[in-house]
């Protein structure tokens, strides 16, 4: 009796340990007042918050018509998700992180025809969004280049864009399909040179240059890029004739 009041107490004391229960998991199922399936989730019992819905989770119309499918993360969507029309067909597929909208995602009509497709922030629509009316084509009025949920300019295959930048700074760049892509030119209000380099899909690649309001290049920021991200600096000598200037858009620099 005392080896066994003992191995109780020690299976207590794990359990205040590891924060968890001999059911730590479980699946639920709701119906609609007529009995037909709402939704079915799998669940985990989390320390302080209960149970939260984790894993697989579909759900259902009264009809009996899917209305969406995909996973949570301690309570949060997450990952890839579908929803549905009442017909069966997709209605809008995408990724979750954290309980948003993040990555790419496609819209659909009713009839299976594509509606939109782009990338989402945080819950917001960012970067290059193409929208298409009923017939198919390209509806060139919600059709554009978006930030923080807000078409800022509009969707053209090529051309050479010029907008400020933070603190005066003016940029010329070259675009196509609504992304910076090849050569940008930066300077400041004085006129000074403040960047130059190369774009990929919208992204610093291959060697910049940055210089600071008084004509010295900036050993911080110049460098090579790759994927927008410096992975190394610049050689002096390089950096001493400006990096970048000696490197063509579309070169093997990119």
Known sequence: MKHHWHALGLAAALTLICGCTAQSNRTTVATFSNGALKHEAEEVLIADAGWLRHGRFESWREDGS???????????????????FPNGSAREQGAFAHGE???????WLENGELAAQGSYLSDLAE???????????????????YENGQRIS????????????????????EYSHGLRNGRAVSTYPSGEPQAEGNYENGLRT???????????????????YRLHVRVAPLSE?????????????GSGSR
């Open 66 to 84: 899917k209305e969406a499918q995909g996973h949570y993360q301690q309570g949060k969507k997450n990952g890839s998700w579908t929803f549905y």
């Open 101 to 107: 909208k993040n990555g790419p995602w496609k819209h």
């Open 127 to 145: 970067g290059v969004w193409v929208y298409f009316d009923p017939s198919g084509a390209v509806d060139s009025e919600l059709t554009g280049v």
């Open 154 to 173: 509009s969707w053209f295959e090529k051309g050479i864009r010029s907008g400020t930048l933070n603190s005066g700074i003016k940029q010329q760049a």
């Open 206 to 224: 291959g060697p910049w240059t940055f210089w600071n309001r008084d004509g010295q290049v900036d050993p911080e920021m110049s460098g090579l």
């Open 237 to 249: 000598t390089s950096a001493g004739q400006g990096g970048a200037q000696n490197d063509s858009p």
